[in-house]
């Protein structure tokens, strides 16, 4: 049994679910501090958010396990999974993808419609633009594929706010579309053989580390900027983010120097969760200490 639970946890993608429930929830107690919303009352919304939240990003990751079987076989990181060594059956894998997704899109309704749409535009993109057309035909597979990444703020955001239209709601939004480009381009550059071998034209792949370098850069410079979205709502918060992500911007500078292209990457990497780690925590502390005291 706990194999069997295993096996639907690599499906799901368990990992990818847990570290985007960290930006939603972030972004939902900034809405609630922003429009001094009782924490109390708003339980069965964040609640619901959670879940639904949880259960559309398990059935976006089952249906991309299903499509990309054929690749998933080539590469090393990937051809373990459940779907490529048939470990679960795949019709049942896409009758479980459609449970829970309708389920997902049921619950983030029970907190407002716009949540529940923001949710299915996410797991639309995450299918159908991302997995099954440009993963495989552009270097910009990467920025389509950050929309559908990027949306859990926005989801949490809308699960309890009027609108989404504050600057802070779309901060945290950019700053997660932004943030998956420097993450995404280490990891090809990691793992530049296996996406090789599979003929996914990822950026280091196709145009090589000097392009991804440069790319990288222009990125985080833009990140830096989308800080400033924050003045309206805290100063402290567009410090804490133009301050991490100038340190990722510094780290990306130095590394270079080395001319060691994977040392590099694995420093970018590294730092890329120490950052979307550090700017939505100090989101969540900033948000609750606000609420406790409203």
């Known amino acids: 049994m706990q194999n069997y639970m295993n096996l639907w946890a690599k499906t799901v993608k368990t990992g990818i679910i847990k570290s985007n429930l960290v930006p939603m929830i972030a972004a939902l107690m900034l809405a609630l501090y922003t429009y001094e919303l009782s924490f109390v009352e708003h339980i069965p919304h964040i609640l619901f958010a959670f879940i639904g939240t949880a ?34 059956n795949s019709k049942n894998v896409l009758i479980v993808g459609f449970v829970i997704l309708i389920a997902g899109l049921i619950a983030l309704y029970l907190t407002t419609p716009l949540a529940a749409f923001l949710g299915f535009l996410g797991v639309f993109f995450y299918v159908v633009p991302y997995t099954m057309w440009t993963k495989r035909k552009t270097i910009w597979n990467t920025e389509v594929g950050s929309i559908s990444g990027a949306m859990p703020p926005l989801i949490g955001w809308a699960a309890v706010a009027p609108d989404i239209w504050h600057p802070a709601a779309w901060a945290l939004f950019i700053i997660m579309v932004i943030w998956q480009m420097p993450h ?43 800080s400033l ?18 340190i990722w911007l510094w780290i990306s500078f130095v590394g270079y120097r080395q001319m060691d292209e994977k040392k590099w990457a694995n420093k970018m990497f590294a730092y890329s969760l120490i950052y979307m780690t550090a700017v939505f925590a100090t989101v969540i502390i900033y948000a609750s200490v606000g609420i406790f005291l409203q």
């Open 55 to 88: 259960l559309i990003i398990g059935a976006a990751g089952s249906f991309n396990n299903l499509y990309d079987r054929d690749i998933d076989a080539i590469m090393q990181r990937t051809k373990s999974r459940p779907t490529v060594t048939g470990e679960l």
């Open 184 to 226: 995404f381009y280490a990891i090809a550059i990691r793992k530049r053989d296996d996406y090789g071998a599979a003929n996914i034209p990822m950026l280091p792949v196709i145009k090589g580390m000097r392009r991804t370098y440069i790319q990288t850069n222009i990125y985080l410079i833009l990140m830096m900027f989308t």
């Open 229 to 246: 979205l924050f003045i309206p709502l805290s100063l402290g918060l567009m410090c804490a983010s133009l301050v991490l992500g100038g």
